[in-house]
């Protein structure tokens, strides 16, 4: 069963790491984790994708709350959410196929970003099965090259991570954070 | 000894090490303190910050080596840095679940200078978050299941101690006339010799302690984590108790144990919210049950035993415990001899139990008393060690010295790395692999330090010993050279159920 875990944390050398080491301690393989800056100066967001069928799993929450400079987490696995992903894929291109391939490109909705003498560069942003979908679709002309963000996620709705945690936690939040989350 | 003396007063204690090699020679100290909740503060030196990442003389990746270890780290090159850095790292090792916190300087951020003024707003940190509270419906289901319970039994930990809730558990056990059953690292947070003090629960509890938990319909686990070396296996672990955990690490609930009601927050805080809603309850029936399974089990009771010339560590403890009216007090270090202590030495006062329990650190016993002495100077302090594990850390008899203190250490010497050997014996069929152990001359090592020595190879020679070494100014050796396969009973094997326990055999008593 695949999870999805969203966290705020400080923005610091070494937070990553320590979040990391949560999973990895317990030997799960992190299947994507994507992390950057949010609207907040000093405050980044990671989302973090695990495969795995042990329930220890869906423990981990409290582990990554015990470390210091995590402020928020959760688990967006059975959350209404939107998740995306980004591809590149650099795939072979003969004059006889590249018209093909742009078709394909125009269905799912991806962007062709680099046009060489034999290959062609194709952007394209989706959930995961669609990314997966084109993915597959290009295969067999030859993939030389690919590279995936891995996932972002989102709630749905108004609630947000900043906000949840100040309610979750009973606590005010610190006026800086205050200030940028509209409230 | 940072770790000791945090133990014996509940202060921070801290630890210096120079760069490299001295930075990773705390490891061990670091996981003993982080296992048991302890709260120290480690300051590392590091080299240079131009030098970070050269590869430069002794130069180690300190706060990566530790980033699992402790409560949190943190690497410092700038000098403005260090004071409130320090200021957050004692903050972050003593509140909420206290434990190790690590600091690392370079070189130049130390020998740096810098106007100072001392910020005393208190320590906020946004992602930090040690004062949880329970919630109020929480609190009052937990009430109702407390007032219905007809064999309720507390779990009493570590917590107590950490959270000063020792008048809370005496007053909420009295009221409900509730028996109580003590972690190893939970024993002297209630009244050892209380009527309704069990004594210690789990792998070398006693049986009639493990059998209540078995039979109980309620458990209150006061500050505890149900441990592997408690619970024994946990599909069997009191399988017809609701239970209700009190623990100020949320991600301690339903670690281990499924939980009926988690009441996350400071255990003190929270009986006294819990108390005036407790009325007083009579489990006579229930305690006299209890009191029938102590019958049971005082025939197999190595200590009730005449002396037959032989020299058994529970003698030895039974004796300390005696001779010192039970009010010293006792580190132990780990292994055999930390059972026999936990079994037989009761303490009465806070704080007069320690020992390394979650990580089970050999080499623990001596610097931890050390330590324990420079934090409470005006108690008599004792350390039990094995032969093995007095040898691990042997060199701080120099620091005992050196720093003239006074505490005594009793060698429990079995001439065995003693609870190895017992695995051996009863699990793989006496081959006693790596665990027999020449010893040095223990006696003539004290005295290489200009301390005292004494030999006891004797039951009757262990009160005297015991009076020689209290009365002597520096501190004191004593080589109890106790029978050499003795195990300690009863005993759980790994991951069985509770209540199957290993008792020792009667035939084997009345031989002796
Ligand atoms: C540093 C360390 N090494 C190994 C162990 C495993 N271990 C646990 S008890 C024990 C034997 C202890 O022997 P001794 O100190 O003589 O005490 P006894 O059990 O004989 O009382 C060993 C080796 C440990 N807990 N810690
Ligand atoms: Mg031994």
């Not at chain 2, 329970?134 to 039994?153: G, K």
């Not at chain 2, 558990?169 to 690292?185: G, I, N």
């Not at chain 2, 020299?311 to 039970?326: K, P, S």
């Not at chain 2, 003239?404 to 003693?418: D, F, M, P, T």
Request: glycine residues 8%; proline residues 5%; negative net charge.
């Amino acid at each position: 069963m695949r999870h999805t875990f969203v966290a705020l944390v400080e923005d610091k050398p070494g937070v990553l790491n320590r979040v990391v080491s949560v999973f990895r301690r317990r030997n799960f393989n992190i299947e994507s984790l994507t992390v950057g800056h949010t609207h907040q100066v000093g405050i980044s967001r990671i989302t973090i994708v695990v495969d795995s069928d042990q329930t220890e799993v869906e423990r981990i929450m409290p582990y990554m709350y015990k470390l210091i400079n995590v402020l928020q987490v959760e688990d967006l696995t059975h959350t209404a959410r939107v998740s995306r992903d980004l591809a590149m894929v650099k795939v072979n291109a003969t004059t006889e196929n590249r018209s093909a391939i742009m078709q394909f490109a125009e269905v799912f909705r991806a962007r062709i970003v680099d046009v060489g003498n034999d290959s062609l560069i194709i952007e394209i942003t989706g959930d995961e099965e669609k990314v997966n979908g084109f993915v597959d679709v290009l295969r067999p002309y030859g993939i030389i090259e690919m590279v995936r963000t891995g996932i972002i996620a989102m709630e749905r709705g108004t609630s947000t991570l900043l906000n949840n945690m100040a309610e979750t936690q009973n606590i005010e939040l610190p006026i800086e954070y205050k200030m940028a989350s509209g409230n | 000894m940072a770790d000791g003396y945090a133990r014996a007063c509940g202060k921070v204690g801290v630890a210096l090490a120079t760069s490299g090699p001295g930075a990773t020679n705390l490891i061990t100290g670091i996981v003993t303190a982080q296992m048991d909740s302890s709260p120290i503060v480690c300051i590392t030196g590091q080299v240079a910050s131009p030098l970070i990442g050269f590869d430069a003389f002794q130069e180690t990746d300190v706060t990566g080596i530790t980033l699992p270890i402790t409560k949190h780290n943190y690497l410092i090159s700038k000098v403005e840095d260090i004071a409130p850095t320090i200021r957050e790292a004692f903050f972050i090792a003593s509140s909420g679940r206290p434990g190790p916190v690590l600091i690392d300087i370079t070189k130049d951020a130390q020998q740096a200078e810098i106007e100072w003024e001392y910020d005393d707003r208190p320590v906020h940190i946004s992602g930090y978050r040690p004062d949880f509270s329970p919630l109020p419906a929480d609190l009052c289901r937990a009430v109702e299941m407390i007032q219905s319970a007809q064999r309720p039994v507390i779990l009493a930990g570590h917590g107590i101690l950490i959270s000063g809730a020792m008048q809370e558990v005496l007053e909420f056990a009295e009221r409900t006339q509730t028996p109580v059953a003590s972690t190893l690292l939970g024993l002297s947070g209630f009244p050892g010799n209380h009527p309704l003090s069990l004594g210690m629960m789990g792998m070398h509890g006693e049986a009639w302690v493990n059998q209540t938990i078995q039979n109980a319909d309620l458990l209150l686990a006061f500050g505890m984590r149900f441990d592997d070396r408690v619970t024994g296996k946990t599909s069997t672990f009191a399988p017809n108790a609701k239970k209700i955990h009190i623990e100020i690490d949320p991600s301690e609930i339903n670690k281990n144990i499924a939980v009926d009601i988690a009441l996350v927050g400071d255990l003190k805080e929270t009986l006294q919210k819990i108390l005036p809603n407790v009325q007083p309850a009579n489990h006579a029936e229930w305690l006299a049950t209890i009191e029938a399974w102590k019958g049971d089990s005082s025939v197999r009771n190595i200590q009730n035993l005449p002396d037959n010339g032989h020299l058994y560590a529970a003698h030895v403890i039974n004796d300390l415990w005696r001779y010192t009216n039970g009010e010293s007090l006792v580190v132990s270090d780990v292994g055999q001899n930390q059972m026999w202590t936990a079994q037989y030495y009761r303490h009465d006062k806070p704080n007069t139990a320690i020992t390394s329990g979650g990580l089970g650190t050999m080499g623990f016993g001596l610097p931890a008393a050390i330590g324990a002495k420079f934090a409470r100077p005006e108690m008599e302090v004792w350390a039990i060690a094995g032969d093995g594990g007095f040898q691990m850390t042997q060199a701080e008899l120099s620091t005992a010295a050196q720093e003239g203190i006074k505490i005594n250490l009793a060698i429990l010497n079995n001439g065995y790395l003693g609870m190895v050997r017992q695995w051996q014996e009863f699990f793989y069929d006496r081959r006693y692999s790596a665990t027999p152990m020449k010893s040095p001359d223990f006696v003539k090592i004290a005295e290489a330090h200009g301390l005292t020595g004494i030999r006891v190879t004797r039951r009757d020679e262990v009160a005297d010993a015991i009076c020689k070494a209290r009365e002597t100014p520096g501190s004191v050796v004593i080589d109890f050279q106790v029978e050499k396969e003795d195990s300690v009973y009863p005993m759980v094997p790994s991951n069985a159920s509770i209540d199957a326990m290993i008792r020792r055999p009667v035939p084997q008593i009345a031989d002796r």
